[in-house]
Structures are given as C-alpha cells and as structure tokens.
C-alpha cells in the first residue's frame, strides 16, 4: 500500500527537495527588519541576514512596527476589507498620491488612472488586456475608415470612376479585375491583418512575470517556451540594439489599404496598423541579473512607441517604491512611462497588492466595466499602502535618500571585494538597494564539484546554501542570470550588516579560488 495522503508532502515537494539538497529548506519561524529567524535543534533561534528580502517586497524590511501597527488598527476597527462594488475613497487616496508622485518625478500634470491587482503578474496581465483594448479602438478607427473608403470609391466607380493601376498591383489583383474584387480584397485583407493577436516588444532578460499572458514576456526560455502557444507574440529586444530593434519594428509593421476618391480616380493610401501591443520596460532589470537601462535606449525605446503608438508599460514592480533611490527608478533615467506598474513593496512586506497606472489619454475607462477581481483595491491592501507610501514620503523622501545611502556604502563594500578577487567575481551593478555581484562561470572550476554545479545550472544554490550554513547570510541569485546574487534589504540596512556581508562573501570567493568543492557543498 502507498502512503496516506496525510503522510504525504503535497505542497510542492519537489521544490522542497531540491532546496534540501543544499540546506536551503530551512523553516522560518518569525522574521524582523532585515532578519529570518529558524530554529536550531537544540530550540535556539538562529538570525539569517536575509539579501533577498522577499525577492525585493521589502523596502521598509520585515514587520516594519508602523506598517504592522496600520493593519492592527485596520482589524481592531473591523474595517471591511471586502465591499466590492462600493466606493473606496481609501483606493483613491493611493491613486492620488502615486500621481502626485508621478507628477513630482517625471514633470508631467497628466492624470494616471488606476486599475488595483492583487500580484505583480496580475498588473502585467491587466495591462496587457489595457493595453489590447485601447489598440482594439484604434483598430475598430481604422476599419472604419476602410469601410468608409470602400463605400465612397463604389459610389464613384458606379459614376463611371475608375480604379488607378497602382491600386490593382497593391492589392495582387490583375488589372483587368472588377471593383467587386477589389473591394473584396480591401475587406479581406483588413478582416485578416485587424484580427491577428498583438505583437509585443520587451527587452532580452526582462521579467514581467509568470502568468499565461505575462510569461510570453519574460525573456527565460525555461519558463517561457512551454507555454507559447497559449498567448501572443512578443519580440525581445538587446538592450542597447538600436539597429536591432528598428529591424524589429520593421518586420512586424503592416498597413492597411483605404480606398479615396479623387476625381474620377479611385486611389489608395497605405495606413499604418497598430500591431505593437505595447513595449514592457524594466528600468532597472532584477531577474537578467540587476542591470541599469542605459538612459540613450530608454530615449530609443520611447521614440519607438511614440512613432508606433504602442504604450510604453514601465514595470516597476520590482525596482519601484524607492529602491533605486527615486520612487520611479525610469524617472532617474528620464524615461516616462505610459503605463506604470507597481507590486511588490507596495503590499509593505504583509498584504498583497499591485497597481496598474495608465496616463490620461490613454485610458479606456470601459475597461473598469470590463476587468474585476475579488480581492483587488479591498480595504486592507490600499490602506496598508497608504502607510507604506506615507513612511517612504516622510521627511522630505528621507526614505530614498536613505535607499540611495545606504545602497552606496554596500555597493562600495562590493566593489572592494571584487577588487581583492577579480579572479572569481566578474561584476558589481546596480543602483541604490538593488544591486548585483556576478561570479565569472565556474564551469571550468578546478574542482569537479564545483564544475559539476555550474554545468547543471546550480552554482548558485549551492553558493546560497554555504553562505546559509556558514555565514548565515540568505543569498539568492537572480532568476535569469544564474551566477548574479541579488542584494535587495531594507532601507534600515545596518554598518554592522554590511559587515557580515562583506566577510561572508570574502569567504565565498576565497573558497572558489581555491577550487574547494567539498567546503562549498559542505561535504
Ligand atoms: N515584473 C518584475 C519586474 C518582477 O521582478 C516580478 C517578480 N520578480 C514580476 C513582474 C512578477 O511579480 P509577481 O511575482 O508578484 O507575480
């Protein structure tokens, strides 16, 4: 006979395996600042220095006491956190200090309305559908027109107009075709281009989340090509590529012919089909291994959707809410979004939530009839950012002054240890309190088992899993760029912390280089 179910670990065993492997499956039992907690054998509680902190939805750390004081208070006073359709002034106070924000950042007076979600990837996947259903106006615009077109040119034709050769060789028809087969051919050919799925354009190592929609966005095969023939299309882009990404564009444009009277002449003008959905944008790149957009393509990127009409949709769900040392790390870079998305740090390290914001001109105000969740803009997740974001705005922003502080002393610290071992550690980037340390590839490591770990794409578990054991320090490399640990703590990131981030990597280097597998995988 088999187990019984309740002998069975059935919540993603698996995933437990493979952390067990290198002592990563630990459980925490209680979680402060920028500290875990688990509990040794003999009931000792055991602090880890946690450089994930939540994969960067802490900026104010764990349990921050006025964040945890807001919710009390929110659950003391009954507040209803369910009341869906209903007014929610609480969502609007958010709405409206994240545009004053906006405002204050980008120099732009504009309104950005605000559509509430409950993760990260839930505000890519509303935006995208925000994003189709403005492209859907434009494009129920142009059918228009060519309807209109075909309408006018058979009344002239049926005066005795006649179409321009020009317009037959367009269309692939012989010139001794009717004008029955030219209209036809017109309304064929736009039936067929308007109801083609949108193309979108992301950047190469982009991560915009792994729901059906989203993950066609994120650039890691191995999460993405699974699945791609349940959403649309999207191009990747190089960062920098600017030849690369006007070929693109070039590729997947297409036009549409409108027939126009003139005279006794039926012509046709070519129109430009909206076939770019949007252009999803990281300022500053977490997963693809904490890279900074250079400001020259993020001016490229917004001559590019201004000239294609595709929304620029700033996620900002990781690099957002302070991090870099702005609350908008695009504002830093000049870039201005069309769409900006929040999560993350906005839920303050305790409730769930995300926010799409979407500039005045653009916004497609059926879509609030259209798209709903339960659980999206309810009480408790609005108010408790409302907190977050009042503690970030306090003092004048003395919380991004801190970030950008606070980010500097440890990127300083990282930068001397990749001087002392340039050997092993390849590169240093970031801004504020996002920053990345790159390993160069081990693969070729001396020692077979740290080879070995490369190879098969473990490297990183296994560094995490000794920097656990021995330093207890929480690592975690990035998602797509699999030798570069994240360092995403708090804003309350203390000298003494950085201090024991400082010799627990100086440990790990001098350990790879002397090639010491055994040691790494501690056996
Ligand atoms: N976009 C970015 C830039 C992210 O970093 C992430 C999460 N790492 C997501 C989207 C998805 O967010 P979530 O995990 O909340 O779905």
């Known amino acids: 006979m088999g187990s019984s179910v309740a002998e069975l670990e059935l919540a993603e065993p698996y995933l437990r395996e493979v952390l067990g492997t290198v002592g990563l499956d630990v459980e925490y039992l209680r979680a402060s600042g920028n500290t875990l ?12 220095l946690d450089l994930a902190c939540g994969f960067g939805s802490l900026i104010l750390g764990h349990h921050h006491p006025e964040v945890v004081a807001r919710a009390k208070e929110l659950l003391d006073s009954q507040v209803p956190v369910h009341a869906q359709f209903s007014r ?35 505000s890519v996947e509303i935006s995208i559908k925000h994003a189709e259903m403005e492209r859907g106006a434009r494009l129920a ?10 309408a006018a040119a058979r009344a002239a034709v049926g005066r005795g107009a006649t179409v321009a050769p020009e317009v037959f060789a367009a269309l692939g028809l012989p010139a001794t075709a009717g004008f029955d087969a030219v209209a036809d051919a017109v309304t064929t050919r736009t039936a067929d281009l308007t109801g083609r799925a949108p193309v979108f354009l992301a950047l190469e190592g982009g991560f915009h989340g792994k729901l059906v929609g989203s993950i066609q966005l994120t650039h890691n095969e191995g999460y993405r090509t699974p699945f791609t023939r ?24 297409r036009s549409l012919t409108v027939l126009t009277v003139d005279g006794d002449a039926v012509t046709g003008v070519e129109r430009a089909l909206p076939v770019f959905g949007g252009f999803f944008v990281e300022p500053i790149q977490g997963e693809a291994g904490i890279r900074v957009l250079p400001a020259e393509f993020g001016a490229e990127i917004s001559r590019v959707c201004e000239e294609t009409g595709a929304p620029l949709i700033m996620d900002e769900i990781q690099s957002g809410m302070g991090r870099s040392g702005a609350f908008l790390a695009s504002s830093r870079i000049g870039l201005r979004g069309d769409y900006y998305l929040l999560a993350k740090s906005l839920g303050g390290g305790i409730a769930k939530s995300s926010v799409m914001l979407v500039r005045g001109e653009r916004y ?18 609005c108010h408790v950012a409302l907190k977050v974001v009042e503690l970030l705005e306090a003092d004048g922003g003395a919380a991004y002054r801190m970030a950008a502080e606070r ?6 610290r990282l930068e001397k240890v990749r001087g002392d071992f340039d050997d092993v550690v390849l590169d240093v980037r970031g801004e504020g309190l996002m920053l990345g340390f790159e390993f160069r590839d081990q693969s070729s490591s001396p020692s077979a088992q740290i080879a070995q770990t490369a190879q098969e794409g ?12 021995t330093h207890r320090l929480r690592l975690f490399q990035t998602a797509s760029a699999m030798n570069t640990f994240r360092f995403e703590p708090s804003i309350f990131l203390s000298d003494a912390e950085i201090d024991q ?8 280097c001098a350990l790879l280089r002397a090639a010491d597998g055994e040691r790494l995988m501690g056996t």
């Open 141 to 150: 615009e142009l059918v228009s027109e060519v309807e209109a077109g075909v």
């Open 501 to 508: 981030i400082d010799s627990g990597l100086r440990d790990i």
């Open 88 to 122: 929610h002034s609480y969502a609007n106070d958010l709405a409206a200090v994240l545009n004053r924000i906006i405002a204050r950042e980008t120099g732009s007076s504009e309104p950005y309305w605000a559509i509430f979600g409950n993760s990260g990837a839930e």
């Open 407 to 412: 980010g500097a002393a440890l990127k300083s």
């Open 230 to 253: 349940l959403a649309a299309r999207c191009r990747f882009v190089a960062v920098g590529d600017v030849a690369g990404l006007r070929a693109i564009v070039e590729q997947e444009s």
């Open 458 to 469: 473990f490297f990183g578990f296994a560094v995490a899993g000794y920097a656990l054991r």
């Open 37 to 48: 907690f688990y509990q040794d054998a003999a009931g000792n509680e055991v602090p880890v």
């Open 364 to 381: 497609q105000r059926d879509f609030e009839l259209a798209h709903s969740s339960t659980f999206a803009k309810d009480a408790f997740s």
